[in-house]
């Protein structure tokens, strides 16, 4: 890949990160997780569940939340966090579902927040 003269350092580096091309550090991978917090929140405020099937609504609604998700993570990890979005989601609506039925409920956490 070659880089335009004019880039930073710190610009080269996130290009890497986006391609894939060399792994984020701790830090760099809180940034990340912090947009995609940012625009889940966004899509939740606008009652978007699929940001890939809704992209229209979504980059109407969350443009500036869009971009800086995209901008801090992987390329990679922002199509994965919103295929993630969409089946947590399913997920959540179908154990509710089934509590209402009487199904025993199990206690299971797969947010990506740290338990306290």
């Known amino acids: ?16 990160i986006r391609s894939g091309a060399v792994a984020p550090t701790r830090a760099e991978r809180q940034k990340c997780w912090e947009s ?12 978007i569940i699929d940001a890939l099937k809704d992209e229209k609504a979504a980059a109407k609604a969350c443009g500036a939340e869009s971009k800086g998700f995209e901008r801090d993570c992987a390329t990679q990890w922002v199509t994965y966090f919103k295929k993630w979005r969409v089946q947590d989601i399913q997920k959540k609506a ?23």
């Open 1 to 16: 890949m070659v880089w335009p003269l004019s880039s930073s350092p710190e610009e080269k580096r996130a290009t890497e």
């Open 36 to 47: 995609r917090d940012l625009y889940f929140a966004c899509l939740d405020k606008n009652s």
């Open 94 to 116: 179908r154990l509710a579902e089934l509590e209402a039925q009487g199904a025993n409920k199990l206690d299971v956490n797969t947010d990506f927040a740290p338990r306290t």
